[in-house]
């Protein structure tokens, strides 16, 4: 194995959040399937006050766990992987903010918000679930051609969620046409995943892929997100 890729966790690291338990264990299942070495750093976002923060990491993923402690660390954080090309991960909390920070930094629209900072009907670019997926198991399809797609090998898998909000269906349109696109939807044909096109990886999802690990199985997201790391 050669070097050690070094992984920055951006969340408020709790002991009560599952997926908390379930990362560190995600990313040594995938570590080995791909033969690599891999440690992980914790990044509270209220410690994130620059890029510089974050900058030296061989990829970065936005844990769950909002409301972030800081929102603008995360965005921060956020946006540091998506212009540098940093390889990245958002999952279910993440994923709400790589569309945030989407929304407010590529598209300029400056007042979208989150539910959970910022009650404003008129801008939630994210919105609660008409039935929130409070803890289950939930089929997702994936898009033909994306990366998802291509680290499953398959076109959809059942997946772990615990989330009240996702991306506000008023908005998707105006959200996806390009470079941001839709890389897993429900059953309902609702978003699920997003990725970027043009950036190494760049790849966020509503469901909590790392939850796997709790079963003794790697993620395949998370081997495919190390893969590119050790490029």
Same mark, same amino acid.
């Given at each position: 194995m ?12 709790s002991?009560?959040?599952v ?21 992980? +750093?914790?990044l509270p ?8 923060? +974050?900058q030296?990491f ?8 909002s ?31 790589? +569309?945030?920070?989407?929304?407010r ?18 801008h ?6 008409d ?11 994936f ?26 269906p008023?908005?998707?349109?105006r ?12 059953e ?33 997201? +998370?081997?495919?997100?190390l893969?590119?790391?050790?490029r």
């Amino acid at each position: 194995m050669g070097a050690v890729l070094r992984i920055g966790l951006i969340g408020d690291r709790s002991p009560a959040i599952v997926a908390h338990e379930a990362i560190p264990q995600a990313l040594r299942l995938a570590a080995l399937q791909v033969g690599c070495d891999v440690e992980h +750093v914790w990044l509270p976002t209220a410690t994130i006050s620059s890029a510089a923060v +974050v900058q030296g990491f061989d990829g970065l993923w936005c844990v769950p766990g909002s409301p972030y402690r800081s929102m603008e660390g995360a965005l921060t954080a956020i946006a540091h992987a998506r212009t540098s090309g940093t390889p990245f991960i958002g999952t279910c909390g993440g994923f709400q903010h790589a +569309v945030l920070d989407y929304a407010r930094n590529v598209l300029d629209w400056t007042e979208a918000a989150h539910p959970e900072a910022t009650p404003d009907p008129d801008h939630s670019v994210i919105a609660p679930l008409d039935c929130g997926i409070l803890e289950g198991e939930n089929t997702v399809a994936f898009v033909p051609g994306s990366r998802l797609a291509a680290a499953y090998g398959a076109e959809r898998a059942e997946e772990e969620y615990l989330c009240g909000y996702a991306v506000n269906p008023d908005f998707v349109t105006r959200l996806v046409p390009g470079p941001l696109r839709i890389a897993a939807t429900d059953e309902d044909g609702q978003l699920r995943a997003v990725e970027l096109d043009g950036h190494p990886f760049f790849v966020a999802t509503l469901f909590q892929p790392e939850r796997l690990a709790l079963k003794a199985r790697v993620p395949p997201l +998370v081997a495919a997100f190390l893969r590119v790391c050790t490029r």
